[in-house]
């Protein structure tokens, strides 16, 4: 046959197609395939046709060029059990509906302005768990990052999008609950790949999916209905009461559009996206930096000349720190939070670059693998070395193909500004205010960075490391019945 061919790709297995070539991590072994196959590489995952993206040029093709082919999301059972048929922002369908749903969160929920408004609240949060950590330096103790700043960003996350902190209401258990559902809507699922097998739920997914929606919908319902009780709910300053008075506002777009499953399903969408991505990345920086003295050395520096030694960073400081800026990308684009983005399908049949693509493709765009191509990033690819941005103007934020963190396009992220905000903001307290080092005198060359794989890449073992104080703060909280001078905790006041 004459005429374009679907795009090369390495032979597939009856039932399970290329599905057993994935492995344990997925980003890597795509990256593989596509050196010999191209990139764009044709596969079938169980059922399910799938192209694999693997370069910035063929990425543009589909982000820039078609995207609005390619701007739908495949139907998961995660998608169906967890966001109430797939009405959240997140996993919904192209189409009218979405697209008034996603106006929402760009033009009111997630703007600067929204943004900016949190700044308070993500102060104070900021300044206990620094002090918390200074509480852990003066013991000496080793210290889990990864649950300290996760207990800071659910919190930020938490009082941003409900008004309330994760264990300020006894009544539930939403941050257990938004736990599961990004280990559940990380988790392999067959059924999505075979969809014959989905009745038998052979892993049990489906069934713990379900009992976890329910639990999740009994909470979301009474945070809901403690909102509408209150005399005026357009008081409420959090993202919940701004998604309310907007749907209650017969003078607007958005009035009677979406029932109470949407408002459930957007709360949602901003806590699993709003909580994991950050917290990885985070982790992913300061690890980076203590793995690298040299990095480290020169953002403290950079701090210090800024900021000074007798403050904490404010989120004003951020634009003045042009190095922090590098080191941020350069974690971005070795340790991408999302490596193969979310999966996008495409909404009809379309010739890409020569290749026949057929409607409800399943598209994979692998930016891990863009991020490590030495085509565009030169021989020291595998290398934290942030200054090969010095001079280049390539940004993050979905218009330079060759570093994409935060997706491109009409499903790139929304939460980009609050994301990028809250990881310098937290990375640059991190560096400014301590000094970190790895327990029982590990060398920083032997820390490891190996990566996991789900919803998210986080690091795949805990970072564990020992703060100590490098500022001199006087702080007048009492923390734990402590008065505090950073360095310097008197116990006995
Ligand atoms: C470092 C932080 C973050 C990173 C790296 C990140 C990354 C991403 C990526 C890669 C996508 C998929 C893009 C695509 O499919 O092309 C995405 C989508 C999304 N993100 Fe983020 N994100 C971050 C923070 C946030 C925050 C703070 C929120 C909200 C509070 C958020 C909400 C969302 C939502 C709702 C979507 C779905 C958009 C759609 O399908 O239209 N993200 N994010």
Known sequence: KHGPTLPPGPPALPIIGNLHMLGRLPHRALAKLAQKYGPIMSLRLGHVPTIVVSSAKAAELFLKEHDAVFATRPISQSSVYLSYGAKGVAFGQYGEYWRRMRKMCTLHLLTLAKVTSFEGLRRVEVEAAVWRLVEAAVARDVVDVGERVGDLIEEIVFKMVIGKGKDEDKRYDLKGVVEEAVTLAGAFNLADFVPYLAPLDLQGLA???????????????????????????????????????????????????????????????????????????????????????????????????????????????????????????????????????????????????????????????????????????????????????????????????????????????????????????????????????????????????????????????????????????????????????????????
Request: hydrophobic share 45%; net charge negative; with cysteine.
């Open 207 to 493: 069934r713990k999916m379900k009992d976890l929606s329910k639990r999740a919908d009994e909470i979301f319902e009474n945070i809901i209905d403690d909102h509408l009780k209150e005399e005026d709910f357009r008081q409420h300053t959090d993202i919940l009461g701004a998604t309310l008075a907007l749907m209650k506002n017969p003078n607007n777009e958005f009035f009677s559009s979406f029932d109470r499953d949407n408002v459930k399903a957007i709360m949602l969408d901003l806590f699993v996206g709003g909580i994991g991505t950050s917290l990885v990345a985070i982790v992913w920086a300061l690890a980076a930096l203590i793995k690298h003295p040299r990095v480290m050395k020169l953002v403290q520096e950079e701090l210090d000349s800024v900021i000074g030694k007798e403050r904490l960073v404010v989120e004003s400081d951020l634009s003045k720190l042009t190095y922090l800026d590098l080191v941020v990308k350069e974690t971005f684009r070795l340790y991408p939070v999302a490596p193969l983005l979310v999966p996008h399908e495409s909404m009809e049949d379309v010739i890409v670059n020569g290749y026949e693509i057929p409607k409800k493709s399943r598209v994979i765009i692998n930016i891990w693998a863009i991020g490590r191509d030495s085509n565009v990033w030169s021989e020291n690819v595998g290398e934290f070395y942030p200054e090969r941005f010095i001079g280049k103007e390539i940004d993050v934020r979905g218009r330079d193909f060759e570093l994409i963190p935060f997706g491109a396009g009409r499903r790139g992220c929304p939460g980009m500004q609050l994301g990028l905000l809250t990881v310098k903001l937290v990375v640059a307290q991190l560096a400014h205010c301590f000094t970190w080092e790895l327990p029982n005198g590990m060398q920083h060359e032997k820390l490891d960075m190996n990566e996991g794989f789900g919803l998210s890449m986080p690091k795949a073992n805990k970072l564990l490391a020992i703060p100590s104080c490098r500022l001199r703060v006087p702080h007048s909280n009492v923390i734990h019945g402590i008065t505090a001078e950073m360095g310097v905790i008197d116990k006995s006041s």
